[in-house]
């Protein structure tokens, strides 16, 4: 009988390795705007995912499972009076993202609801998730490339789920206020490259928001 293969312990905070593990070093960041995941849920379980990543970073953010027959969809982070929801998609309609576009109403609070599967959940996300379909969509403006590269994109210029808040809030917010949030998110991805020896996988799923 052969040996079985030892798999090391994964920190279930970051998903790396116990000893690779970077969550001491993870920050807060806290913003005027806020963030609502919603996740397929043939998304939650997979370790290549970066919306819990970024969740566990921005201070107030909220998450919501979409897909499963059982719990029925919670939408009650997407049902507050006193919020101003975009949905971050580039859907047909959408309105480029910027202060200017998207600017906070005094006395509302401006929410950001990220989409979390593939490209073709998200796409599907945006017509069929109750509340969300009813939402102002907004795109990212073009910018740099993904640095992810952990999960094959779907099309050129794709981002992961946590590239994608991140930019956004850096547009609402400036670059100054996300830097630590991208910093962190580089270093645990060299820290994912190492472990997986250097090389390219791919994923059989893209990731997340591409906006």
Same mark, same amino acid.
């Given at each position: 009988m052969g040996q !079985?293969?030892?798999? /090391?312990? &994964?920190?279930?905070?970051?998903?790396?390795?116990?000893? !690779?593990?970077?969550? /001491?070093? &993870?920050?807060t960041i806290d913003l005027a705007t806020r963030v609502v995941f919603v996740q397929?849920? &043939?998304?939650?379980?997979?370790?290549?995912?970066?919306a819990r990543l970024a969740r566990s970073i921005l201070s107030g953010a909220e998450l919501t499972h979409y897909g499963a027959r059982e719990p029925p969809m919670d939408t009650s982070p997407l049902d507050h009076e006193e919020r101003d929801y975009l949905v971050l998609f580039p859907r047909d309609d959408a309105t480029i993202l910027s202060p200017e576009t998207c600017p906070i109403v005094p006395g509302r609070t401006r929410t950001l609801v990220v989409l979390d599967g593939t490209w073709h959940q998200c796409s599907r996300m945006t017509r069929r998730v109750p509340r969300v379909m009813d939402m102002r969509c907004v795109a990212l403006p073009e910018g740099a490339p993904s640095e992810w590269g952990i999960r094959t994109p779907p099309r050129p210029g794709a981002l992961s789920t946590f590239e994608a808040v991140a930019r956004a809030l850096a547009v609402l917010h400036g670059?100054?206020?996300?830097?630590?949030?991208?910093?962190?998110?580089?270093?645990?991805?060299?820290?994912?490259?190492?472990?997986?020896g250097g090389a390219p996988v791919g994923d059989e799923d893209d990731d997340g928001d591409e906006a």
């Open positions: !079985r293969k030892f798999r /090391a312990d &994964r920190c279930p905070g970051c998903g790396l390795h116990q000893e !690779r593990c970077v969550c /001491a070093s &993870r920050p397929h849920n &043939r998304e939650r379980h997979k370790p290549t995912n970066t670059d100054e206020a996300v830097a630590p949030m991208l910093e962190w998110f580089r270093a645990l991805t060299a820290q994912l490259w190492e472990m997986r």
